[in-house]
T-cell receptor
Framework: DTGVSQNPRHKITKRGQNVTFRCDPI?????LYWYRQTLGQGPEFLTY????????KSRLLSDRFSAERPKGSFSTLEIQRTEQGDSAMYLC?????????????FGSGTRLTVV | AQSVTQLDSQVPVFEEAPVELRCNYS??????LFWYVQYPNQGLQLLLK??????LVESINGFEAEFNKSQTSFHLRKPSVHISDTAEYFC???????????FGKGTKLTVNP
């Protein structure tokens, strides 16, 4: 297992376009998390899945954002009608049931630039 | 609402000097506390954690942190740093019963020769 994989690593898009990011967690992890990190800030929670169920969403996740984890394996995060304020690093993490004992395993992130 | 304050955005030190990275949190309930490290061009990695029990926790590479409930702090220390410790360090808190982490803004540690 090579850890948490995120694709693409970088994405440049024009304002108003839709973008989709993919996260492949560690195979035996049933929990998957999305965070967003802007310049000079720590990661901010967006949403979290246990298997295929989306259990919590942040107020940061506006109507333009949607996340899915259709079969409890990989997850996608889609941003519709992108705005310049969406430019950030989007981080995915996964964990097992004993998430606190072992912490999250983070991917390297997808850096989104909206021009 | 929970918040985490990392008082220093940047900490430059010389190799083999001691270092302390400060972290304070606000929460009205019992918490779990974490330090994550991000080396250049890499993802965040768990450095150490406090869940319960002994208030002093240690990592395998010589860092330690002490949970101080009365001061709501979880400062990270290392008695002698190496150049390879150069990285950004994030403190994070989670309410027990929640899986959501609230991170501080990070502290960039630069170890100079």
């Amino acid at each position: 297992d090579t850890g948490v994989s995120q694709n693409p690593r970088h994405k440049i898009t024009k304002r108003g376009q839709n973008v989709t990011f993919r996260c492949d967690p560690i195979s035996e992890h049933n929990r998957l998390y999305w965070y967003r990190q802007t310049l000079g800030q720590g990661p901010e929670f967006l949403t979290y899945f246990q298997n295929e169920a989306q259990l919590e969403k942040s107020r940061l996740l506006s109507d333009r954002f949607s996340a899915e984890r259709p079969k409890g394996s990989f997850s996608t995060l889609e941003i519709q009608r992108t705005e310049q304020g969406d430019s950030a690093m989007y981080l995915c993490a996964s964990s097992s049931d004993v998430w606190a004992s072992y912490g999250y395993t983070f991917g390297s992130g997808t850096r989104l630039t909206v021009v | 609402a929970q918040s985490v304050t990392q008082l220093d955005s940047q900490v430059p030190v010389f190799e083999e000097a001691p270092v302390e990275l400060r972290c304070n949190y606000s929460s009205s309930v019992s918490v779990y506390l974490f330090w994550y490290v991000q080396y250049p061009n890499q993802g965040l990695q768990l450095l150490l954690k406090y869940l319960s029990g002994s208030t002093l926790v240690e990592s395998i590479n010589g860092f330690e942190a002490e949970f101080n409930k009365s001061q709501t702090s979880f400062h990270l220390r290392k008695p002698s740093v190496h150049i390879s410790d150069t990285a950004e360090y994030f403190c994070a808190v989670s309410d027990r019963g929640s899986e959501k982490l609230v991170f501080g803004k990070g502290t960039k540690l630069t170890v100079n020769p």
